[in-house]
């Protein structure tokens, strides 16, 4: 099971949320408006729009792209923040090419302690404002404060409850209970108010 503490999502009817199975991956991805742009094998630049990304690595759709598993390549990920293009050399390795999706999964490799606090705070930034949002909503429907939403997909469980300023948020496979998932989701929240410094 995966597990975020304190990490705000944006919009709760567009869940942007991939799920990773724990065994696959370390890292929750989501979908972070982003371009990769590379050197390819023959020295051409690529430049292709990021499917999904987390801490640990990308993906991107393959298109007619002739990449190899196991290449590394360097290149620069992209984000456009309002006016302002943001950019972070990385150096990369190929780890998948699902012929099923057309998408290439890859890697981080070397990439420094500076730009993995970065590429954290870029995704929390694209996922904050969830709270806001629950809120409003349970504003404008008359029902009180929200205190839990959970969110059920093909692929995975999603649970989040306010903590602090931000959201404490958990996921799960979809054949992990819900009462499971619910109980950690508690546990997780109870940890980051404490870590945080607030009410229990």
Known sequence: MNTAVNAPLSNPLNLNVVHEAEAQRQHARVKLPGKIRFIGSNRE???QRLYDISAGGFSF???RLTLQVGNFYKGKLLFQLDSLTLSLEIEFQVKSLSSENGRVGCEFHSLKPRDISTLRHLIGA???????EATRAMRHFGL???????????AATVVMAPTGDGVTLVAAPREVPLGLVRRTL?????????WLGGAA
Do not use: M, N, P, Y
């Open 144 to 154: 009180g404060a929200w205190t839990r939403i959970a969110l059920e997909t093909e």
């Open 61 to 63: 759709d393959r298109d």
């Open 186 to 194: 508690e546990q997780c929240a109870a940890l980051a108010r404490r």
């Open 45 to 47: 630049v690529i430049e």
């Open 126 to 132: 694209h996922l904050s404002g969830v709270g806001d």
